[in-house]
């Protein structure tokens, strides 16, 4: 099923390369909320499930941007710590989706715990696939899960901006902050 897959993404690849129209992958670790933002700048109906691998194969919508042109965002499989190189293998079909973007939207949950390892993890991932060196839009998503009158949280956020200074802070699920991404993107 996953090699009929790839030749099905072929095709429609080699199709959107004919036609110029710019790709964004859309990547981070699981349960980022890239389903959920690709459902809020799209007005699509992607799967999104608080659990591993919700989803499989990847979805690709249109999306107008800012400068009134089109681009297509593809989500892909959230990445896990270590991913093993079996699971590597099996993914092999959406992952090709992120080798052949133009562009990475790397989703960041900067509410977890374990923010800095996650986006490490998917950077390790993004270099194992030769896709390190792709431009890439960091939205750090579900600010709206950080209490900013908590030193903790607003110590958490000023680290998360220190550390990604042109990252663009977003909620999926409230829709906060999708004007700038779109425009972090067109630009």
């Known amino acids: 099923q996953l090699a009929e897959i790839s030749k099905y993404r072929q095709h429609y690849r080699h ?3 004919q036609a110029a129209i710019p790709v964004v ?11 959920t933002l690709l459902n809020a700048i799209a007005n699509a109906d992607v799967l999104a499930e608080d659990q591993l ?3 499989l194969d990847p979805t690709t919508r249109r999306v107008k941007l800012p400068s009134d042109r089109l681009a297509l965002f593809s989500d892909t499989v959230g990445f896990i710590q270590k991913l093993p190189t079996q699971l590597v293998a099996a993914f092999r079909s959406t992952l090709e989706e992120v080798n052949e973007a133009d562009l990475l939207l790397h989703v960041v949950d900067i ?3 374990n923010m800095t390892e996650q986006i490490a993890a998917v950077e390790e991932i993004l270099d194992d696939l030769g896709a390190a060196t792709k431009p890439t839009v960091i939205a750090l998503n579900k600010i709206d899960r950080l209490d900013r009158t908590d030193p903790e949280d607003a110590q958490l956020l000023a680290q998360a901006l220190a550390d990604n200074p042109d990252a663009v802070l977003i909620s999926a699920a409230r829709g906060d902050g999708l004007d700038q991404l779109l425009a972090a993107v067109d630009a």
Request: glycine content about 10%; hydrophobic content about 30%.
């Open 15 to 17: 199709q959107r390369r």
């Open 53 to 55: 691998f919700a989803t």
């Open 25 to 35: 992958a859309v990547v981070g670790y699981t349960n980022a909320g890239k389903s």
């Open 111 to 113: 509410s977890h715990p």
